[in-house]
Antibody, heavy 125, light 107 residues
Framework: EVQLLESGGGLVQPGGSLRLSCVAPAFSLSNYAMSWVRQAPGKGLEWVSSISGSGGNIFYADSVMGRFTISRDNSKNTVYLQVNSLRAEDTAVYYC??????????????????WGQGTTVTVSS | ELVMTQSPATLSVSPGETATLSCRASQSVSSNLAWYQQKRGQAPRLLIYGASTRATGIPARFSGSGSGTEFTLTISSLQSEDFAVYYCQQYNNWPQRFGQGTTVAIK
């Protein structure tokens, strides 16, 4: 069974930065797209960013464009989300997810079929 | 801007009955629509993708239908573990977007 483990969350002041990590201890992620989705307290799901298996295709939500950077290191089986210029409205649980297929021609290449347990980011002074 | 609208916001159903959840897209998303289940304190779980394809390990009582702008998730013979929040998500266009969720509650 594939497991994803997120880390890197915490309490940070407005304007601060964090680097979130997502690793699969016993599964190779290199051929899969990976995504980040967040959920503010008591709210619904918000897609944040996605990256293809090679890292050559990257997408962001408008709300984080220019402040967040997604990347991956396939040699470490890890995906990152660098979150900068944090605002109170970025407070949320951040989930990483693995794409549903290795076949890039299919739209569901970017559908998240396995999710991590989430890491919490709290932005407050 | 593409908007996903789910209805109803809350659905009260008795165990053993059928729940029918709706999701509407403000423009066509073809069949590129997924459904997720989220229980309190847990990460979401993929149920359906491609509007009607069940993900691995998902029971047959979960079924999806629709295309274009109108989609339905049907949960037959509701079990106690099915009471949760359900989200639809379009992945036809960037940015991906989720609906606001439907809570399936015990009647």
């Amino acid at each position: 069974e594939v497991q994803l483990l997120e880390s890197g969350g915490g309490l940070v002041q407005p304007g601060g930065s964090l680097r979130l990590s997502c690793v699969a201890p016993a599964f190779s992620l290199s051929n899969y797209a990976m995504s980040w989705v967040r959920q503010a307290p008591g709210k619904g799901l918000e897609w944040v960013s996605s990256i293809s298996g090679s890292g050559g295709n990257i997408f962001y939500a408008d709300s984080v464009m220019g402040r967040f950077t997604i990347s991956r290191d396939n040699s470490k089986n890890t995906v990152y989300l660098q979150v900068n210029s944090l605002r109170a409205e970025d407070t949320a649980v951040y989930y990483c997810g693995k794409g549903a297929t290795t076949l890039t021609k299919f739209y569901h290449y970017y559908v998240m079929d396995v999710w991590g347990q989430g890491t919490t980011v709290t932005v407050s002074s | 801007e593409l908007v996903m609208t789910q209805s109803p916001a809350t659905l009260s159903v008795s165990p053993g009955e059928t729940a029918t959840l709706s999701c509407r897209a403000s423009q066509s998303v073809s069949s590129n629509l997924a459904w997720y289940q989220q229980k309190r304190g847990q990460a979401p779980r993929l149920l359906i993708y491609g509007a009607s394809t069940r993900a691995t390990g998902i029971p047959a009582r979960f079924s999806g239908s629709g295309s274009g702008t109108e989609f339905t998730l049907t949960i037959s013979s509701l079990q106690s573990e099915d009471f949760a929040v359900y989200y639809c998500q379009q992945y036809n266009n960037w940015p991906q977007r989720f609906g606001q969720g439907t809570t399936v509650a015990i009647k």
